[in-house]
């Protein structure tokens, strides 16, 4: 009956923001005895996460099978909800932040993980408040961030308990008793993050009677900020109108005076036992709580051993008090103390990498224990990285010297002495002067072998030049005996004496003469080409020349024969030359022999001419004299007859003269 004679009111609203799918829930389940409010913040990039869902789910479906108000069974219904996450077939880990409300009607509980928060208003004022579970909460309760910081600080998401964690330890609160227009409010980090607490306690200063109404004012809070990037955010109110009053509480106290009459000399007898025993047990807390001001004094003072003993003897004795909740908190203390102790082994030890994640365990088990101790953990931290330092400069230089890099080994040897000097660390100062009297012992001897090896390079390198030059040299005179042969002709010569050279200079990797070489081996294969083909044309003239010959031309035939030999000239075959100059002097022999001959012929010829000529001379001497002979006499016959005729005129002349006388 105590749902039905109480009267509570719930609204909430849920919206995916900027984002494609909202990955935040709110459920809730009012029974006849209890009633369950659960919120829960999706952790995940993913767009179709369920794990806030699936938490919520296990949540209220645990609670429903077993409804209860006991840390046990609010523990238990957490456990539900992080199993299912952890067994959840997804490819990427489920996992949620969460806050629980579990309610009798008349006072409530709450259980949370993460970052969602919870808020509990009693006539305009916030009288409770949860606080993250993360490293920027832990920061501001160090004093190192303002908590209004908080919303857009950069860890406000680095979570060191939430749902889908394997080793899962929730806050669970103490019972709270309700009054009646007390007001509680669930909202995840969409709405803390852009809405301030100080605006949502004005929202809830003049609250109404409407939830909803309230929650819209929140909402409309929040868009009237316009961010940017605005995540999924839901945001739950609870308004408690009227709390469970049980109808027998009367009758109840009247029957308990009527009992505690009659206790009252039994309490009498029993006083005195209970006085003795309540002082024996006042005595043991007086000594469990010296026992527990020893420690935090010896924590103080970093004497971690002392105050373990000093806060055994304190858990013992809240054990002997069946003191519950005192012997958990002692015993967080207690695992605390030993973990920075089992830190502080490694660290005396030397082995600062296992004193470091040590160290680091023991700050997260200090959060359990009031921080006890953490600024001597954040100390040492601070001095191992400072170690870490040194020893990263020398295991940098230790790498650089076993590459023989002495110069730069040097530096980061000389960086760690430096460093350790200026902290104090005397092993690592003196791992450093060790590191470096080892660099200098082997550089040492490494500058002598250097030198050593300097000067055998040096002298192979004279020696690797000389006998190069000497290459060299021998290559040049191949290709100058070539350019020499190539210049008498001797182009076959001059092929061999380029191959041999091209041979040394490939030996040599000299591309430039390989590349001349080829240059002239391919000239020369163009030259006996061209030389070949005047063989032809000159073995030609050979041919026709002798044809000549045999047609006894030899005129011709000896034209054709020089202009052989004039090839052969051309292309430097001197032997061929030499060869047809013969065949042009035998054929000059056997033209000079026919020409004796025919001069014999010739003078005989002549000579029978000249006998025939003489002979005719002779006639002709004889015929002229006889002619002469004739004319002379005809001449004297004319001469004869004219005297005669002279002599007649004359005669008759004188016949005529005297013919006139």
Not at 204 to 216: L, Q, T, W
Not at 341 to 357: E, L, P, Q, R, V
Request: glycine share 4%; with cysteine.
């Amino acid at each position: 009956m105590r749902k039905y004679n109480s009267s509570i009111k719930t609204a909430f609203l849920s919206e995916a923001g900027n984002q494609l799918k909202n990955n935040d829930y709110f459920g809730f389940v009012e029974l006849d005895k209890y009633a369950c409010y659960v919120i829960a913040d999706g952790i995940t990039d993913m767009r179709e996460a369920a794990g806030a869902k699936t938490a919520i789910s296990a949540v209220i479906d645990a609670f429903q099978k077993e409804p209860g108000i006991s840390k046990r069974k609010i523990k238990g219904y957490l456990k539900a909800a992080n199993k299912e996450l952890l067994q959840g077939k997804s490819y990427e880990k489920q996992k949620a932040s969460i806050t629980v409300v579990i309610s009798n009607y008349e006072k409530f509980r709450y259980a949370y993980a993460g970052n969602t928060r919870l808020r509990l208003y009693c006539d305009g004022r916030c009288i409770l408040a949860t606080t993250d579970m993360s490293l920027s909460q832990d920061m501001v309760e160090a004093g190192q961030l303002m908590e209004d910081k908080i919303a857009r600080h950069e860890e406000r998401n680095n979570l060191f308990c939430y749902l889908g964690k394997e080793h899962f330890k929730p806050f669970i609160s103490k019972k709270i008793k309700l009054c009646n227009g007390d007001i509680i409010t669930l909202y995840t980090r969409g709405i803390w993050e852009n809405v301030d607490e100080g605006e949502l306690a004005d929202v809830f200063a003049e609250a109404g009677n409407d939830p909803m109404e309230e929650c819209d004012k929140v909402e409309d809070l929040l868009l009237s900020r316009q961010p940017e990037n605005l995540d999924n955010y839901t945001f739950a109110a609870i308004y408690i109108e009227k709390i469970y009053t049980d109808p027998n509480r009367k009758k109840r106290i009247q029957k308990a005076v009527t009992i505690s009459i009659t206790i009252v000399v039994i309490a009498a007898v029993i006083g005195l036992v209970v006085y003795l025993w309540n002082k024996d047990r006042r005595q043991k807390r007086a000594e469990m709580e010296q026992y527990f001001a020893n420690m935090e004094q010896y924590i103080e003072d970093n004497n971690f051993l002392r105050a373990k003993e000093e806060c055994s003897k304190a858990l013992e004795q809240a054990k002997k008090l069946k003191d519950k909740e005192t012997q958990e908190k002692y015993n967080a203390y207690f695992m605390c103390l030993e973990a920075v102790i089992n830190a502080d082994d490694f660290y005396n030890a030397g082995d600062y990498t296992s004193a470091k994640d040590a160290y680091v365990k023991a700050g997260a088990r200090v959060r359990y224990a009031d921080n006890a101790g953490l600024p001597y953990i954040e100390e040492k931290l601070l001095r191992i990285n400072e170690y870490e330092q040194v020893y990263d400069f020398i295991e940098l230089g230790d790498n650089l010297f076993a590459h023989d890099n002495y110069t730069q080994a040097e530096e980061k040897y000389m960086e760690a002495k430096t460093k350790a000097a200026s902290i104090y660390f005397d092993e690592g100062k003196q791992q450093a002067l060790d590191a470096l009297e080892k660099l200098y012992e082997e550089w040492s001897a490494v500058k002598e072998e250097e030198e050593k090896q300097k000067k055998e390079q040096e002298q192979l390198n004279e020696e690797q030049a000389a006998k190069l030059a000497a290459e060299q040299a021998a290559a040049a005179e191949l290709v100058r005996q070539g350019e020499e042969a190539f210049s008498q002709g001797d182009y076959d010569g001059a092929n061999v004496f380029y191959l041999i050279a091209l041979e040394k200079y490939a030996a040599l990797e000299d591309t430039a003469q390989i590349e001349f070489l080829n240059m002239k081996i391919a000239a020369l294969k163009e030259k006996q080409e061209e030389i070949a083909e005047r063989m032809k044309d000159a073995k030609a003239l050979e041919d026709l020349a002798r044809q000549l010959e045999e047609q006894k031309d030899y005129a011709q035939a000896k034209i054709h024969y020089q202009y052989a030999k004039a090839i052969y000239l051309e292309i430097g075959k001197d032997n061929k030359a030499d060869e047809v100059q013969g065949k042009i002097d035998l054929l000059d022999a056997k033209e000079a022999q026919e020409e004796k001959e025919k001069q014999k012929e010739k003078e005989e010829q002549e000579e029978k001419e000249k006998k025939e000529q003489e002979e005719k001379e002779k006639q002709e001497q004889e015929e002229k004299e006889k002619k002469e002979q004739e004319e002379k006499e005809k001449q004297e016959q004319e001469e004869k007859e004219k005297q005669e005729q002279e002599e007649a005129s004359k005669k008759a002349e004188d016949n005529e003269g005297n013919d006139k006388q």
